[in-house]
């Protein structure tokens, strides 16, 4: 079980930025990556403009790591395809993310992280698992219809994350 929960939140944060409500952007309002849809749900709550703009870290992290982190077991994950997948997850869906990595390894890809991806993940190497998860994500991000408006910055994204998932795994 690796540790990497606390970093992979600063450089998530570091992505995500803050206080958002882009009209082109399905989520709608948008604080520290956590969409006020997100948000109501896991909080059962009904939260304004206000509170949305006055997210804390504090406010989010439980919702990153419960909804996310765990969902995609990235706590069970090699270090670095830990980060791979928990950046994907939160920008385009945890069940995308598990398919994502599943395709990397050549598991079965029903989009839930069990005992078989964790046998094949743990069978390869973590820089390879890394840099075919961030070709799939390049794939899957020029496919959207949005691309033209967020594209270069989802590629720059994905590029972020790749190098610094592949110097986690390079650092264990």
């Excluded at 909080?43 to 439980?62: F, S, W």
């Excluded at 610094?164 to 650092?171: E, K, R």
Aim: hydrophobic fraction near 35%; aromatic fraction near 10%.
């Amino acid at each position: 079980m690796n540790s990497n929960f606390d970093f992979c939140m600063e450089m998530l944060l570091a992505h995500e930025g803050g206080y958002v409500n882009h009209p082109s952007d399905p989520g709608g309002m948008t604080n520290l990556g956590v969409t006020k849809r997100t948000y109501d749900e896991f909080n059962g709550t009904d939260i304004d403009e206000e509170g949305m703009r006055n997210l804390t870290v504090a406010d989010v992290t439980p919702i990153y790591r419960r909804n996310y982190w765990e969902r995609c077991r990235c706590q069970d994950l090699p270090s670095g395809v830990d980060w791979a997948v928990f950046d994907w997850a939160v920008n385009s869906g945890t069940g995308r993310a598990a398919k994502a990595l599943q395709r990397a390894v050549g598991a079965f890809e029903d989009g839930v992280i069990g005992p078989q991806t964790m046998m094949v993940v743990s069978s390869q190497k973590p820089e390879e698992i890394i840099n075919r998860i961030a070709i799939h994500r390049d794939s899957f991000y020029r496919e959207l219809s949005t691309f033209d408006t967020f594209g270069r910055g989802w590629l720059r994204r994905n590029d972020e994350t790749r190098e610094q998932a592949i110097a986690l795994a390079n650092a264990d």
